[in-house]
């Protein structure tokens, strides 16, 4: 079956890179999304990667997908207190139709 | 343009009663999806809706769950006899198919509080 883990928490200093990890096990993943979700908030949907890539940029977000290891992270770059949000990970598969399977998501909290 | 709503918002019903979540997806979104979330947990699959394909039912934890969709537009999550462990947000999310390559905007949640 399919599984999604996160590491739980996070903490980092105003200004400094942020990285979280993310690991799947179905190798037929094929979308790989990052969501975040800010207290009292909906999902607002980050970012994605087509597994057929290794790395995504999108201004200050970096996605980089190892399919060898099923290991995905998300860069920030100078993190800010506004980042301070629970990031989930979530993958969609070829033979799971359309839904999304979803880690259980890592609390950043960022220091001033 | 509008994003996917839902409705209540919070809602805290007595153990043992029927409930019923509705959420309206985006305007033309074929495919839609509900997911429930405990609290400190990641989201779990519940069900999803693609067009008029019976609806893909295997995340529902117990036959206490059910859901319709009206067409493409609006659709209703319903617990029977609600337990207290069904206390949780529950998020739909709609695309605009259920393609891999199709995006899920998801809505603002109902807070089911089961007391």
């Known amino acids: 079956g399919e599984d999604v883990e996160q590491s739980l928490f996070l903490s980092v200093r105003e200004g400094d890179s942020s990285v979280i990890n993310c690991t799947y096990t179905?190798?037929?993943?094929?979308?790989l999304y990052w969501y975040k979700q800010e207290p009292g908030a909906g999902l607002q949907l980050l970012t994605y990667?087509?597994?057929?890539?290794d790395m995504k940029q999108d201004q200050r977000l970096t996605v980089l997908l190892n399919k060898k290891d099923k290991h995905l992270s998300l860069r920030i770059a100078d993190t800010q207190t506004g980042d301070s949000a629970i990031y989930f990970c979530?993958?969609?598969?070829?033979?799971?139709?359309?839904?999304?399977?979803f880690g259980q998501g890592t609390e950043l909290s960022v220091k001033p | 343009g509008a994003g996917v709503s839902q409705s209540p918002s919070n809602k805290v019903t007595e153990k043992g009663k029927d409930v019923e979540l509705r959420c309206d997806p985006i305007?033309?979104?074929?495919?839609l999806y509900w997911y429930r979330q405990r609290l400190g947990q990641g989201l779990e699959f519940l069900i999803y809706?693609?067009?008029?394909?019976?609806?893909?039912k295997s995340g529902l934890p117990s036959d206490r769950f059910s859901a319709e969709r009206t067409g493409e537009s609006v659709s209703t999550l319903t617990i029977q006899r609600t337990q207290q462990e069904d206390s949780a947000v529950y998020l739909c999310?709609?695309?605009?198919?259920?393609?891999?390559?199709?995006?899920?905007?998801f809505g603002p949640g109902t807070r089911l509080t089961v007391t």
């Open positions: 305007s033309g979104h074929t495919a």
């Open positions: 179905d190798s037929s993943s094929t979308y």
């Open positions: 990667i087509f597994s057929n890539m």
């Open positions: 809706f693609q067009g008029n394909s019976a609806p893909d």
């Open positions: 999310a709609s695309s605009s198919s259920s393609g891999v390559d199709s995006r899920q905007y």
């Open positions: 979530a993958e969609r598969t070829y033979n799971q139709g359309g839904k999304l399977i």
